[in-house]
């Protein structure tokens, strides 16, 4: 099981830092990602590392405001999230794959989902 937390109301510029908990001890093969989903929009694709932290991967409207990270002895995936902007309102979850894919995009690869946490930037 995947636990998110961190969300909040921050205005235009700020930061949060997302959290997220893994109640098992996760394998270095997986890979943990960041999603998010605003109103009406597919849920998208934002972060991800493996969990050996050999490599991590941002879309493209996030890079160089987000940085994703991981503690691989508390078994905890972050998301520094620094220059927010009004678009970047969504709901956050993370999730992970057992194994890392080229595919990491594809919602359906992930094998556990964190419940949510609310992301809401005001201008």
């Known amino acids: 099981q995947l636990q998110a937390s961190g969300g909040g109301l921050v205005q235009a510029g700020g930061s949060l830092r997302l959290s997220c908990a893994a109640s098992?001890?996760?394998?270095?093969?997986?890979?943990m990602a960041w999603f998010r989903q605003a109103p009406g929009k597919e849920r998208e694709f934002v972060a991800g590392?493996?969990?050996?932290?050999?490599?991590?991967i941002y879309e493209d409207s996030v890079k160089g405001r987000f940085t994703i990270s991981r503690d691989y002895v508390k078994n905890m995936g972050y998301l520094q999230m620094n220059s927010l902007k009004p678009e970047d309102t969504a709901v956050y979850y993370c999730?992970?794959?057992?194994?890392?894919?080229?595919?990491?995009?594809?919602?359906?690869?992930?094998?556990?989902w964190g419940q949510g946490t609310q992301v809401t930037v005001s201008s």
């Open positions: 999730a992970l794959d057992r194994t890392f894919s080229v595919a990491y995009y594809d919602l359906g690869r992930y094998d556990y």
């Open positions: 098992e001890r996760i394998s270095s093969n997986s890979f």
């Open positions: 590392i493996r969990w050996n932290g050999a490599r991590t």
